[in-house]
Nanobody, 124 residues
Framework: QVQLVESGGGLVQAGGSLRLSCAAS????????MGWFRQAPGKEREFVASISRSGGSTYYTDSVKGRFTISRDNAKNTVYLQMNSLKPEDTAVYYC?????????????????WGQGTQVTVSS
């Protein structure tokens, strides 16, 4: 497994932007499919976006398509989530996830390493 540390969360007004980062330990980052999930108070953890090992394939939940972009820099062992046009309903703790896999999953069961989460709060 890989160790993951998220950063970049914070408080932003509706319509604003944030970029989340997730730094991974180890020298085999390029072998891991990566994902972002979020969990709002009182709700289940939900899939946000995922990316293949090379970055050539990306997947998004419908509610963030056109607003969020997942990307990765394998030389820096980091995956990013650029969030634009933020809405109050995007408020949640955002988690980075990883799995050493060629297959890119869009559900939590498809990942086996998780970060501690970073809070994103969008005010109206």
């Amino acid at each position: 497994q890989v160790q993951l540390v998220e950063s970049g969360g914070g408080l932003v007004q509706a319509g604003g932007s944030l970029r989340l980062s997730c730094a991974a330990s180890g020298r085999t980052f390029s072998m891991y499919a990566m994902g972002w999930f979020r969990q709002a108070p009182g709700k289940e953890r939900e899939f946000v976006a995922s990316i293949s090992r090379s970055g050539g394939s990306t997947y998004y939940t419908d509610s963030v398509k056109g607003r969020f972009t997942i990307s990765r820099d394998n030389a820096k062992n980091t995956v990013y989530l650029q969030m634009n046009s933020l809405k109050p309903e995007d408020t949640a703790v955002y988690y980075c996830a990883a799995r050493r896999s060629l297959v890119v999953h869009t559900n939590a069961e498809g990942f086996d390493s998780w970060g501690q989460g970073t809070q994103v709060t969008v005010s109206s």
